[in-house]
């Protein structure tokens, strides 16, 4: 039976991006009745430094978030990851299947790490280690993601691989990366060819799930385009990579393939279309962050939903890593 897991990180900022390549995807998934468990995964977030009061709130908001898009915590698992011990206990056993040149190649590793690698923590080296068990530990066969993730995956499926063959068992499935609709990789509204990011220092290169109605407006309207009219086909987006994002988010935005949305709007010019583009992101995007506000206004029920979400996650992460001690041959 399919199981879906994925997670989020509580570092501030959650953006446009992580709503249409991540969170929407995730309410689609429970929609459809797939058993799906997601996580706020605070471990994976402290792999760079968080102040301890904002990680603390980002946290919450972000469950807030969760709720708000409309996953709902009676029917998805919802939880932050460091209050089920068994992804970090797993995270230790695939620390030792997983190759140090593995872990090498990661592109964000690569990124995030910068010139100075000496420098970075071992958590942020070790990070595709912890989200290989932060999926494992669940048996969990799909996980829907933006693209930036999939090399993560790749290596997900090498540590489950490695671990079947060292052991000479069949336990850890190999799971499948759901990555797909307009918006696997949001863009930045500065920047063509850089993703939408929590941490990118400009703010106008975001819209952040907390921006207002004109915030959101005033980021749209100067969003970096080209002089040129929207193409009538989706063949036209190519090498024109600020036009091309703002369709993809049209089309993400308003559940349509790309084709269909330049079918109805080839021609028209930026001018006219960005407001079209604005008043459809605040149509959507609105009536989620106000309930976001609202959820925040009591945190004692989200730390209460996250705890009932923690027990539920743990009953099924206990047995597994359960298995996983025994066929290591760790004495119970
Ligand atoms: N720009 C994006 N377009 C589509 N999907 C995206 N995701 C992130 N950015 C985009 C997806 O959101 C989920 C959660 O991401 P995360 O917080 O775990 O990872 P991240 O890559 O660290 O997010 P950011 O926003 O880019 O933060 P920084 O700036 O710290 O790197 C994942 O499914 C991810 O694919």
Redesign the pocket.
Known sequence: TPRVF????P?G??????Y????KRFVEMQNNGIESIYCM?DL?AIT?WQDPADLRNATRELAAGFIAAGLDPEKSILFNQSQVAEHTQLAWIFNCVARMGWMQRMT?WK??AGKNQQNASLGLFAYPSLMAADILVYHATHV??????KQHLELTRDIAIKFNHDYGVDFFPITEPVIEGA??????LRDGAK??????TSDAS?INMTDDADTIARKIRKAKTDPLALPSEAKGLEERPEARNLVNIYAALSEQGVDAVLRDLGGKQFSEFKPMLADLAVAKLAPISEEMARLMQDVTEIDRILQNGAARARAIAAPILDRTYDIVGMVR
């Open positions: 994925s997670g989020i990180q570092s900022n959650l953006h446009l991006g992580n249409l390549g991540a969170l995964v994976h760079v964000q990124d995030k829907p993601v933006g693209e930036d993730q918006a696997t990789r949001v863009m930045s993703k939408m990011s929590k941490s990118d975001r």
